[in-house]
């Protein structure tokens, strides 16, 4: 799979010269619409399934600090798909080290359309997402 990768930026950084940590969500949120790319037409085919999956959950954990000019590899998969959430993981680290800036784990819940309620991923959304997990395992 794709990794997103993301150069730090000066208006990435706080007044302590490392990226200040209200902006690694924002890269987050762009790496895992950066996974979903992958699979063209995959937010289509959840509404059409009806659908959507907003986020209720993200815990960060900070390991390290990354600078400025520093090349961020986003690494981001689905974890686990339980009855009416997907568990997302992704993982920051400096390009070409194993050095980890952060990871997050992200909870998205199946919402039902017609109702606005919390539903159970199954059919056509469950099958979409256990193939999405099936084609990042390979």
Partial sequence: MKNKEI???GYHLDQFGHVNNVRYPEMLEEARYDFFDQFPGFFSRVEKAGFYLPLTHISLHYK???FLDDILDIRTRISSLGETKVNI???I??????RIILEADVVSVAVDI???KRSSIEGE???ELESIINRCEE
């Fill in 7 to 9: 150069k730090v930026r």
């Fill in 64 to 66: 390290k600090s990354s």
């Fill in 125 to 127: 959304l469950r099958a």
């Fill in 93 to 98: 680290t400096i390009k070409g080290t194993n």
């Fill in 114 to 116: 017609k109702t606005g």
């Fill in 89 to 91: 993981h992704q993982t």
